[in-house]
């Protein structure tokens, strides 16, 4: 334990040590808090930290909050079926571009852990510049969270993927700050693109991105906007390519959706992950679950005779489980035969 401003910090005590690398930042532990409302309160961010955090998250900046999308004038004749897309207008959003900078420099002046920046967007443009203003206001990281649903039936898979290789390297070029991508699961080859934006100047990956789907009234008859926390059934899907991805990159990995207990967090180390992102839990139970979660990893670790981290990381991805092949497709076969 030590005292920051007066505050009580808790965080591993002991021989333990749960310090990890992530970024090329040095954490106190894994346990990060993901992308979400947390910082919009210096108050709360400070419980979190207190509580056991090792970095927190900011939420998403989208691109269009930055560079606003054109909105045409509606045409004389309006065809129903090419609908006009509807972005939230600009005083819609939680907070502005002016905003999101003040909040991050209110949170460097009282947090001692690392801060992430989250910038959301799609195709290069004018909003990647910005990343140099949120580096000036002293973010440690920008995670950026990419985020399209391809509804042209013209545009192929490798033009979408080439826009996202151009965003990290042009978002890299621009601020000298580590970048992690996170990525959604809907891509054919999820590995070949890892390695590529790390090419690009990625340093890291956050795996995956959770997609809020719509539902459909049949009362109404209207889609509807739905928010689902995730579940740890959400879980297995990113442990697959954890491992997957653990032996084959340079750089980080962090998972992200449907940890909610100590086995959650223990099962992504083991398949390779740096760093576990938390927010569903805590939005259910709130700060405390950081602690309990380091008590219950310490308990696990201390158990199976683990002093760090590093000795267990990565020891159940791809290239080092006594069978790869629980992995990849003949598990599925095995499955359906058993």
């Known amino acids: 334990m030590r005292s920051h401003a007066g505050r009580d910090v808790r965080y591993c005590s002991g021989a333990m040590n749960f310090a990890t690398q992530y970024l090329g930042l040095k954490l106190r532990s894994p346990l990060i808090v993901g992308a ?16 056991g955090a090792a970095a927190l998250v900011m939420r998403s900046l989208f691109a269009e909050q930055i560079t606003p999308p054109l909105r045409p004038d509606p045409p004389l004749n ?26 991050l420099h209110h949170l460097k002046k009282v947090l001692t852990i690392p801060l992430i920046v989250s910038l959301n ?6 909003w990647v510049d910005f990343g140099q203003q949120l580096r000036d206001a002293g973010a440690d990281a920008i995670e950026l969270n990419f985020y399209q649903v391809v509804t042209d039936t013209t545009r192929a898979g490798d033009e979408i993927e080439s826009e996202m290789l151009r965003v990290v390297g042009q978002l890299a070029n621009a601020v000298k700050l580590p970048i992690a991508v ?9 590995a070949q693109l890892a390695i590529a934006l790390e090419l690009e100047g990625a ?17 109404e008859l209207a889609v509807q906007a739905q ?24 750089g980080s990995l962090a998972v992200t959706g449907g940890v909610h207990d100590c086995r959650g967090v223990v099962k992504a180390l083991l398949a390779g992950a740096h760093a576990v992102q938390l927010v569903s839990v805590l939005l ?13 990893l310490q308990v696990w670790m201390a158990r199976h005779n683990f002093e760090d981290i590093e000795a267990f990381r990565g020891r159940l991805n791809l290239s080092r489980c006594s069978d790869p092949a629980a992995y990849e497709r003949a598990n599925y076969i095995r499955i359906l035969q058993s």
Not at 39 to 48: K, R, S, T
Not at 84 to 103: C, G, K, W
Not at 234 to 246: D, P, Q
């Open 182 to 190: 996170k990525l959604s699961p809907y891509h054919t080859s999820i």
């Open 284 to 296: 259910k139970q709130g700060p405390h679950m950081l602690s309990a979660l380091t008590q219950d």
């Open 78 to 103: 309006p065809d129903p079926t090419k609908p006009v897309p509807d972005f939230p207008e600009f005083a819609e959003y939680q907070l502005s571009p002016a905003q999101y900078l003040r909040q």
């Open 203 to 219: 340093a890291g990956i956050v795996l995956f991105n959770r997609f809020y789907q719509p539902d459909i009234d049949t009362d």
């Open 227 to 250: 928010l689902r926390l995730s579940d740890p059934g959400e879980l297995l899907l990113r442990l697959r390519w954890l491992a997957i991805l653990s032996p084959q990159l340079r």
């Open 121 to 126: 967007g799609h195709h290069p443009g004018p």
């Open 36 to 51: 979400s409302p947390f910082c919009d309160d210096v108050g709360q961010a400070l419980q979190l930290q207190d509580a």
